[in-house]
């Protein structure tokens, strides 16, 4: 496939003697939002975490832009274009807002400076000189965003962005995802939040036990929903 | 007791807090980017001291060049320790480290000590400093005052080089989230030799401006050691301006130990115990220290 941006190639993974990952197969093209959905424990949150390299007792491909990346350090693939945004969203408390902001390189060709991030943002404008934690869950999580489209990644790695937000900040994070993606940025997403993943994303793979089992549209995780939740235990 | 005795005391516990400070500090920062608990942070400020000492007899190197070179050789040997031994420890059980800069302390006191002897070695301040100043109350010697105010100073400027610098930055963030900071593009590992290096060449700093107030022996270190531990206690582990807090109120505690008397009961001798009595009360009250987060992650 020429126009895979991320082409994931059988990866496992194991905690141990146990295996979290069976031979994941997934790709993500230019431009393009892909969500991970699954149950608690499925392996999506490993999933990322070998993608960035955190994750090390892992065995299989991984191509960013035709780049073979599964053997570089966390930072180099950062600086390849990966923007990581962890699931407890890694702000740092001895880190004011905008220094936060300003610790990744950037490594694109089009990042967001400054103003445009606190144009979208005015909240972190007011707030750039406090430590990063005294921000509400939900404006630390914009931050988490911020700071990874401040570095220009191509493709972001966002783990359960919605998770705990208050729903009118779910609608921001949908429009500013939504504006990323119109400026040609690629995620990888994961969502238990149908409503949402179908709202931002194009293609959708369901992770059971560590395998992907499916892989479907928009439209068909819409009609399949009540199967799809009942499957993720909500 | 009476007010020159209480001012001496009080002078004498800031010398003593000051340098204190400068070592803690040293301790947190490579604490805080390697976790490793640097016990041979006394046998580097020793050798900070045996430095100056040395360029002097050897080649009538003046202090104020001491100064200078005497930490960058020291700082020098710290890079190389971490690059040939530490960071080979440095994937496993902290403990390991711990293990390894406990031995290379005792090797490079005892090697001092075959090659020096015990005594202890003079070393004068430089012409500029020497005699005594009027503090009110007391005179004091000039070159101690010289010594809080030159300690602070440097105190203020890794403070800052930490709070306000990319390079600060960086070490905050490695401190608390080495694994995030990596993930998000920055190369941490780069910066670990280097910072070692630092927070050595600040121990041996220490030395050298101590080298004038007490004497140079191989022991020194040893001696300092142990209350440093205390200090970074009290401070919290990690903090930078607990580690220069907590260090001069080490030293205060020190100083008022030797004057104050119970029922004539000299607390003097047991200065030491002082410390760790102040130590476990801070535990009792704040288990991570006057200014410790507890560890996230």
């Known amino acids: 496939m020429p126009d895979a941006l991320l082409a994931v190639d059988n990866l496992s993974a194991w905690y141990g003697e146990a295996q979290a990952l069976r031979d994941i197969t997934v790709t993500v093209r230019e431009g393009e939002t892909v969500t991970l959905v699954g149950r608690n424990g499925a392996g999506k949150t490993t999933t990322l975490r070998c993608l960035i390299g955190l994750h090390r007792q892992a065995r299989g491909r991984i191509a960013l832009g035709g780049r073979e990346i599964a053997t570089l350090a966390p930072h180099r693939r950062a600086r390849l274009g990966l923007g990581y945004v962890p699931d407890d969203r890694g702000i740092y408390a001895t880190l004011s807002v905008e220094e936060n902001l300003l610790l990744p390189p950037t490594v694109g060709p089009d990042p967001w400076s400054l103003d445009r991030i606190y144009a979208a943002f005015p909240r972190l404008r007011e707030r750039r000189r406090a430590n990063g934690t005294t921000l509400s869950g939900g404006e630390q999580q914009m931050l988490a965003i911020a700071r990874v489209l401040r570095m220009g990644a191509r493709l972001l790695l966002l783990d359960e962005p919605t998770e705990g937000l208050a729903p009118v900040l779910v609608q921001q994070l949908e429009a500013l995802l939504l504006e990323a993606k119109r400026q040609g940025v690629a995620m990888l997403l994961i969502e238990q939040n149908l409503r949402f993943a179908t709202a931002v994303a194009d293609r959708h793979y369901l992770l059971a036990l560590g395998q992907i089992v499916d892989e479907l549209t928009s439209e068909q995780v819409r009609e399949r929903s009540h199967q799809i939740l009942e499957h993720m235990g909500v | ?297």
């Open chain 2, 1 to 297: 007791m009476n007010g020159t005795l209480i001012a001496i005391q009080v002078f004498d516990g800031l010398v003593k807090g000051s340098f204190y400070a400068l070592l803690s500090l040293g301790l947190a920062v490579i604490f805080g980017m390697l976790r490793v608990v640097n016990f041979a942070h006394g046998a580097f400020y020793m050798l900070g001291a045996f430095g100056a000492w040395l360029l002097a007899q050897q080649w009538q190197v003046p202090f104020w060049a001491a100064i200078v070179l005497a930490p960058l050789g020291v700082g020098l040997l710290g890079m190389a320790l971490e690059r040939t031994l530490i960071r080979r420890l440095s994937h496993l059980d902290p403990l390991y480290n711990f293990l390894l800069t406990f031995g290379v302390a005792l090797a490079v006191q005892d090697a001092m000590r075959l090659k020096y002897g015990i005594q202890g070695k003079p070393y004068m301040p430089p012409e500029q400093l020497r005699g005594v100043t009027d503090i009110g109350p007391a005179f004091y010697p000039t070159y101690r005052i010289f010594a809080i105010v030159f300690a602070l100073a440097v105190c203020l400027l890794v403070w800052y080089l930490i709070e306000r610098t990319r390079l600060g930055m960086i070490v905050r963030a490695a401190t608390e989230r080495p694994d995030l900071t990596r993930a998000l593009g920055v190369n941490v590992d780069r910066w670990v030799t280097p910072v070692f290096g630092f927070g050595v060449a600040l121990a041996a700093l220490g030395g050298v401006i101590a080298a004038p107030v007490y004497q140079v022996t191989p022991v020194m270190g040893a001696d300092i050691i142990i209350i440093l531990f205390a200090v970074v206690v009290i401070g919290g582990l990690g903090s930078i301006a607990g580690a220069v807090v907590a260090g001069l109120l080490v030293g205060l505690i020190a100083a008022a130990g030797q004057i104050i008397e119970i029922g004539g009961f000299d607390l003097g001798r047991y200065e030491n115990a002082l410390i760790f009595v102040a130590m476990a009360i801070v535990l009792l009250a704040r288990p991570a220290g006057l200014f410790g987060h507890a560890e996230a992650g």
